[in-house]
C-alpha cells in the first residue's frame, strides 16, 4: 500500500504565497501521475493540476498563471506552488498519485486545509 502524506497548508492573506508538498511512502512500484484537487465547503472536488511521471503538466483554468505544480520522481514527492491567492482559494487540497500495476492503483492524501483571507 501507498501512503500520501501532504503538507504546507495554513492561512495566508490574499496576494500572498504558500507552497505545498506531498510525499508518497510505503510499497511503491513507480508513481506515476501524481496531482492535487481541492474541495471548498458545499463544492465538489475539483482538479487544480497534474503531472505525469514525465513531467507534462495540465492545470485548471482558474489557477493558471499563478499556481505551478512540480515533481521529484527520485524523492516520490511533488510540488504545488501557489501564488497571488484569492479568497476563492480557501479549500482543502488533496493529494493524488496513481500506479499501473496490471490496472490503475488511486492513492489519495487526507488533505491539508488552505485559508485565505485578511
Known amino acids: 500500500q501507498v501512503q500520501l502524506v501532504e503538507s504546507g497548508g495554513g492561512l495566508v492573506q490574499p496576494g500572498g504565497s504558500l507552497r505545498l508538498s506531498c510525499a508518497a511512502s510505503?510499497?511503491?512500484?513507480?508513481?506515476?501521475?501524481m496531482g492535487w484537487y481541492r474541495q471548498a465547503p458545499g463544492k465538489q472536488r475539483e482538479l487544480v493540476a497534474d503531472?505525469?511521471?514525465?513531467?507534462?503538466?495540465n492545470y485548471a483554468e482558474s489557477v493558471k498563471g499563478r499556481f505551478t505544480i512540480s515533481r521529484d520522481n527520485a524523492k516520490n514527492t511533488e510540488y504545488l506552488q501557489m501564488n497571488s491567492l484569492k479568497p476563492e482559494d480557501t479549500a482543502v487540497y488533496y493529494c493524488?498519485?496513481?500506479?499501473?500495476?496490471?490496472?490503475?492503483?488511486?492513492?489519495w492524501g487526507k488533505g491539508t486545509l488552505v485559508f485565505v483571507s485578511s
Open positions: 510505503g510499497n511503491i512500484f513507480r508513481i506515476n501521475n
Open positions: 493524488y498519485a496513481n500506479e499501473i500495476l496490471g490496472r490503475r492503483m488511486d492513492y
Open positions: 503531472i505525469t511521471y514525465g513531467g507534462t503538466t
